[in-house]
T-cell receptor, first 114, second 111 residues
Framework: ETGVTQTPRHLVMGMTNKKSLKCEQH?????MYWYKQSAKKPLELMFV???????ENNSVPSRFSPECPNSSHLFLHLHTLQPEDSALYLC?????????????FGPGTRLTVT | SQELEQSPQSLIVQEGKNLTINCTSS?????LYWYKQKYGEGLIFLMM?????EEKSHEKITAKLDEKKQQSSLHITASQPSHAGIYLC???????????FGSGTKLNVKP
């Protein structure tokens, strides 16, 4: 247990569906991150939030929409995804942005787009 | 952008054997991090290296950063089945919000 939880752990959705991934951290951290991990590709940083404000958006398609209502919760809203979006989506948190070595990762959500 | 190349991509070793994983950067590293990931799960931080020539150890795992700060190696001594997983190196970019990972090395240890 790292103090970062993600739900659901597995998700299968069609290309026309709308779903959301949820991340919650119980560590009192101020920064939260979404990563995408595809097979045989490097882990990709998608979004960074600091104190509920988005500070980084790494050219992610608009079909991925993040939301950070408070410093403990982070969502990733998904709509009209493509099969190539199938991947493991990891959430992480750290005390502050830029403290990459102190990121605590959740177990991930395995997403399959059919 | 910064690219991190890891080798080998996968590795199968007999329990008790030593092994080395390499991580090579396209640019000078300002901070190099090693993580371990169990299959399909999140990453666990192992070690951070910042200075050229730096070496750190934790239990049977040793990580080194070369003097030029463009290559790091992770060495496991007397491997055990508990060492199995995916090892990833990561590095900070010029922007502290930019963080890059290698594609990982999948390690299996046969009992």
């Amino acid at each position: 247990e790292t103090g970062v939880t993600q739900t659901p752990r597995h998700l299968v959705m069609g290309m026309t569906n709308k779903k959301s991934l949820k991340c919650e951290q119980h560590l009192g951290h101020n920064a939260m991150y979404w990563y995408k991990q595809s097979a045989k590709k490097p882990l990709e940083l998608m979004f960074v939030y600091s104190l509920e404000e988005r500070v980084e958006n790494n050219s992610v398609p608009s079909r991925f929409s993040p939301e950070c209502p408070n410093s403990s919760h982070l969502f990733l809203h998904l709509h009209t995804l493509q099969p190539e979006d199938s991947a493991l989506y990891l959430c992480a948190s750290s005390q502050a942005p830029g403290q990459a070595y102190e990121q605590y990762f959740g177990p991930g959500t395995r997403l399959t787009v059919t | 952008s910064q690219e991190l190349e890891q080798s080998p991509q996968s590795l199968i070793v007999q329990e008790g054997k030593n092994l080395t994983i390499n991580c090579t950067s396209s640019k000078t590293l300002y901070g190099l991090y090693w993580y371990k990931q169990k299959y399909g799960e999140g990453l666990i931080f192992l070690m951070m290296l910042q200075k050229g020539g730096e070496e750190k150890s934790h239990e049977k795992i040793t990580a080194k950063l070369d003097e030029k700060k463009q290559q790091s190696s992770l060495h496991i001594t007397a491997s055990q089945p508990s060492h199995a997983g995916i090892y990833l190196c990561g590095a900070e970019g010029y922007n502290f919000n930019k963080f890059y990972f290698g594609s990982g090395t999948k390690l299996n240890v046969k009992p």
